[in-house]
């Protein structure tokens, strides 16, 4: 009986989670493959150059922070091997990522099984914002591009 209930409760909670992140990812990909995303991030140039980063870390951005660091590493990767993205860039956005990655897909799992998503998405959005902008005034500028 215990083991039934346990694993009826497994499934329910990756019903949850799926229920997440499946809708997320699919979104997304769609979103990457319509023509124009890119020139849509243009509004976001500012805050991206506030944070050391030039608009071509705006889909590895967007990746990691909806859908986690895995997902947006491999936006990441091919981005900067595009040369859209400068080295410096490259490692600035890696930096934020592995501070505020997956912050809509985390706060909305750990909100379906009873967490407070301000608690949860606040210190790691903080955080990432304050050292990404710390490092971007410190580490050397090199070449704009590739």
Known sequence: MILLDSLGRALIT?????????????????????????????????????????EGAGVGLAAGVVLGIVYGAGILIQESRSGRMTERETFLLALFLCTCHAVVEDTLL?????????????????????????????LPRGPSAR
Do not use: C, E, M, N
Not at 23 to 36: E, I
Not at 44 to 50: D, E, I, N, T, V
Not at 118 to 138: N, S, Y
């Open 14 to 54: 990756l019903g949850q989670v799926a229920a997440v992140i499946v809708p997320l990812t699919v979104g997304f990909q769609v979103l990457k493959d319509r023509s124009g995303v890119r020139s849509r991030l243009g509004p976001y140039a500012g805050s991206l150059r506030r944070l050391g980063l030039g």
């Open 110 to 138: 750990f909100v379906a099984v009873g967490g407070h998503g301000g608690w949860i998405l606040g210190p790691r959005i903080l955080l990432a914002l304050l050292g990404t902008a710390v490092l971007a005034r410190i």
